[in-house]
């Protein structure tokens, strides 16, 4: 399995990013995908989630002003998408797509220890 993410920069309070990634390999297609949010000095912690069939997780901090999606339609891959909306300085940090291929009868693990596989992490900085 390979996560290639692209996106994210620098934006100022209030503004919009989005973030993208592609996944391929083998199980792609049943696994969870998310974006996790790393901030310096802190922990890595779920941001979005979405299963296979759809169902969506959002941390708290983020419902209402981020967006995850996922297009399947290229059988060859899926793509993640993070559309973040009236970024806040908090949202700074790096993020990582991730995929966990794990059934879990369309529960979200929130814990980035059940994530196998990982991108290489795209910086997004929310000036104040």
């Known amino acids: 399995v390979q996560l290639q993410a692209s996106g994210g920069g620098l934006v100022q309070a209030g503004g919009s990013l989005g973030l993208s990634c592609v996944a391929s390999?083998?199980?792609?297609?049943?696994?969870?995908m998310a974006w996790f949010r790393q901030a310096p000095g802190r922990e890595r912690v779920l941001v979005a989630a979405?299963?296979?069939?759809?169902?969506?997780?959002?941390?708290d901090s983020v419902k209402g002003r981020f967006t995850i999606s996922r297009d399947a339609r290229d059988y060859a891959k899926d793509t993640l998408y993070l559309q973040m909306n009236s970024l806040e300085p908090e949202d700074t940090g790096i993020y990582y797509c991730?995929?966990?291929?794990?059934?879990?009868?369309?529960?979200?693990?929130?814990?980035?220890?059940?994530?196998?596989?990982w991108g290489q992490g795209t910086l997004v900085t929310v000036s104040s």
């Open positions: 991730a995929l966990d291929p794990s059934r879990r009868f369309g529960k979200i693990a929130r814990s980035p220890g059940l994530y196998n596989y």
């Open positions: 390999g083998p199980t792609v297609r049943s696994a969870t």
């Open positions: 979405v299963t296979s069939g759809g169902t969506t997780d959002y941390a």
